[in-house]
């Protein structure tokens, strides 16, 4: 709901805040990149102060950013106010996650239910995000966008008393490696949104990411170094989590940049207003709820994550293929209501299995982690793939505010590359990560060997 009730409401924010065509994503980057960045800190900081502590304390958090956003007389007011929501986002996710695997993980039939519960709550937000949105901008103004995540906040915080607490347990929280990461990403984001106006090959553009490779590598030394990191590497030992979030990452990518582009096509091309481009995306959030709680389990039950992942992956590309074919005098029954379909079902096919893959080989004891490290995953996919796709898209055109055909190159432009991102994901996908029969096997060979006594001089379980 937090990055869905901003799309109708972009080209209002834009005229009232001064936000050039370009500058407007970060609008939802600067939620992003903070959200992405930090949820790796928010992880470790769950399974070291309990799940619960953490999740009343992200709220507390978003309620501030929310009024900070709702208050904005500035394009720097509004990035600094969804800054802060990213960061109580960041508490929220990993926590929250943790809490569903505490109160469900010792049963897997009951967790497939749930975690399908928890991926259709992603739509459901969006659903709810579009349709207020639109309300909001329409017919109140948009500042409410944000204004109402102060009573969802309040009704959050009172219902948190009824979740389980968990016993706060002794260990460091990796500051550095947090500024280190989130700095990085930030920069290498920063560097690819420039890079059209400075020029690729600028002073400023390479510098910017050399600046952000060398944060991402001193994260790296700084986890192998210290006694407690951040992110232990080891945790990369977990089956199927380095190919579950590399699938997140370009799902993330493909399916973000869709979304942002055809708010924008739907009301600065088709010229639809805020309350008719949200109704206009409904069709498919709703299918997006429909497939998640009802059917996306049971085809995991029956065919495992894999080819679900590859399926969805391959759906989504399908339909933004059909989406780049989007014309200046289109219509929405004929150029988007069922090429968006498809990328919705695409996307209801892969999200949750991706999840599942990358999470359900973690001990409880590292959920908190597995969870901050397949949203981090997620959401850095989204920021860099819409960051990259609006330069791509700014070149084609879509800087040409008022100019239909322009526009709609650029937007097709970025369309087809979105597809590509997804047909890539698939290939992957086939190529890298392993069926759940394959996974089962190889933990049914290890147990043996996991309760066999010690070899002298080292630790069984190391």
């Known amino acids: 709901m937090d990055t869905s009730i901003i799309g109708v409401a972009l080209p ?15 609008v939802f980057n600067a939620y992003v990149i903070v959200f992405g960045g930090l949820l790796l800190l928010g992880g470790r900081l769950s399974d070291l102060f309990g799940a619960r502590k953490i999740f009343a304390t992200g709220w507390v958090v978003m309620i501030v950013g929310s009024v900070l956003a709702a208050a904005a007389q500035s394009a720097s007011v509004e990035i600094a106010g969804r800054a802060v929501q990213g960061v109580g986002g960041a508490l929220i996710a990993p926590s929250a ?9 010792h049963n897997p039939k009951e967790l497939g239910k749930a975690m399908a519960l928890y991926g259709a709550a992603a739509p459901a937000g969006g659903t709810a995000g579009v349709f207020l949105g639109g309300v909001f901008t329409e017919w109140v103004s948009w500042p409410w966008c944000f204004i109402i995540y102060v009573p969802i906040g309040v009704i959050t915080l009172a219902l948190t008393k009824m979740l389980p607490a968990v016993q706060s347990r002794r260990g460091s929280v990796d500051v550095l490696g947090a500024i280190a990461v989130t700095a990085g990403l930030a920069l290498a984001v920063f560097a690819v949104v420039r890079a059209p ?5 600028s002073t400023a553009t390479v510098l910017e990411l050399i600046g952000a490779a060398v944060l991402l590598v001193l994260f790296f030394v700084i986890q192998k170094a210290i006694r407690e990191p951040l992110m232990p590497l080891s945790v990369w030992r977990i089956p199927r989590l380095g190919s579950g979030n590399l699938a997140m990452t370009l799902l993330g990518a493909a399916w973000i940049p869709m979304w942002y582009f055809l708010n924008l096509y739907l009301q600065q091309v088709l010229g639809y207003g805020a309350f008719a481009s949200g109704a206009a ?29 590859v399926a969805g992956l391959l759906a989504l590309a399908l339909g933004l293929v059909w989406l780049s074919a989007v014309e200046p005098t289109g219509t929405f029954l004929v150029d988007v209501l069922p090429a968006s379909l498809v990328a919705a079902l695409g996307m209801a096919l892969a999200y949750i299995p991706a999840m599942i893959a990358s999470m359900s080989g973690a001990p409880q004891e590292q959920a908190g982690l ?13 920021a860099l793939g819409l960051a990259a796709l609006t330069a791509l898209a700014t070149t084609q055109g879509a800087g040409e505010l008022g100019d239909l055909p322009a526009l709609t190159d650029g937007f097709s432009s970025a369309f087809i590359a979105a597809a590509v991102i997804a047909a890539v994901g698939a290939v992957v996908t086939l190529l890298a990560m392993k069926s759940d029969k394959a996974v089962a096997a190889a933990a049914a060979a290890a147990a043996p060997a996991a309760d066999a006594p010690a070899p002298r001089g080292q630790t069984a379980g190391v």
Request: cysteine-free; charged content about 10%.
């Open 12 to 26: 209002e924010m834009q005229k009232d805040l001064g936000f050039s065509q370009g500058e407007l994503q970060w």
């Open 197 to 201: 106006e400075a020029g690729w090959g």
């Open 97 to 105: 996650m943790t809490l569903l695997m505490m109160l469900f993980g």
């Open 281 to 309: 995306l409904l069709p498919m959030t709703i299918l997006l709820m429909i497939f998640m709680t009802a059917i996306t389990a049971r085809l995991m039950g029956r065919f495992g994550a894999k080819p679900l992942i």
């Open 370 to 382: 597995a969870s901050g490290i397949v949203n981090t995953t997620y959401n850095v996919g989204s």
